[in-house]
């Protein structure tokens, strides 16, 4: 009888990277350039974490959640997000069957492994709090009985920056639910050609390269990456400099801050640390991928002023700032790869 992939002992690092860059590698198929949202979306599946993107129309943000899906081959739905929009359309109802004389429940579409939410910013507030059950606890409550989604489960959404007419900003609540929030840019040159050209020809058939099992088997991985005690004492001070920035030389930033990060805000960054250390074959984090991720893991936590906005002071302003003044420790390798 062979064994559960649940029960058998984890992959090891190097196992991993092998795994994780033959997923890249296939999804990269499809989707030219944007090679830190792919490494951010394998990130947070690693850390079992959810996902925000937001970025201008027509940069490949649905096409590289449906393709991560594909890859993976879990269930996958999709969602677009309208103001008419509401919980019913989400997450399900109970439906009277007048043949039977009873009621019968009727689940949405969040019960799927990877739920696309499309222009998350479009639905009214009722919708985007109906989907802060099931992100934060994977469970769906409608009447008085209580449905679990599947496992995994990962909310990948997306939302578009430059209009303002029809859209509901995001309570702070539900922006704090995602692990990281990634700000994607315009392709480069040479990307964009590439990406013009294989839109010439029908796209590749992609071929399943993890099984759910086998993500499960990473993810537990990545719960034994070694963290030091330097590294999460680091992540703290790096959220305490946006709550408190002149306990850091950084008063002259207190006047655009509002609120800062909460304490999910370092959870998130060792979380993702973890993944990102057994993404690039190790089974340790170091100090670089606190630095790598930290602006991830911070933007959609940071509250701004209306002085901040005035003057076109943004979050990647103030985090910059907040790494640069913010010691960064020095970790014992030995020590770690030990540990």
Known sequence: MTKQA??????????????????LFEIRRVIAGQDAMLERVLVCLLAQGHLLIEGVPGLAKTLTIKTTAGVLGGTFQRVQFTPDLVPSDLVGTRIYRAGEGKFDTELGPVFCNFLLADEINRAPAKVQSALLEVMQEHQVTIGHDTHKVPDPFLVLATQNP???????????????????????????????????????????????????????????????IYVDPALITYAVELATATRAPARYGLGELGDYIAYGASPRGPIAVIQAARALALLRGRDYAIADDVQSLARDAFRHRLVLS??????????????????????VPQVDLARASAA
Do not use: M, N
Not at 6 to 23: F, N
Not at 167 to 174: D, G, I, N, R, V
Not at 192 to 197: F, G, P
Not at 307 to 326: C, F, M, P, S, Y
């Open 306 to 327: 209306y002085q901040a906005l005035a003057e076109e002071v943004d979050a990647e302003k103030i985090l910059d700032a907040v790494l640069a003044a913010v010691p």
């Open 162 to 224: 430059i209009e303002s007419e029809g859209t509901y900003p995001l309570p702070e609540a539900q922006v704090d639910r995602f692990l990281l929030k990634i700000v994607i840019g315009y392709p480069a040159h040479d990307e964009e050609l590439t990406i013009v050209q294989r839109q010439l020809v029908p796209h590749p058939e992609l071929r399943q390269v993890l099984t759910l099992d086998e993500l499960k088997d990473l993810q537990r991985a990545t719960g034994g």
């Open 6 to 23: 649940t029960d058998a002992p984890p992959p090891s690092p190097e196992e991993a990277k092998e795994r994780l860059e033959q997923t």
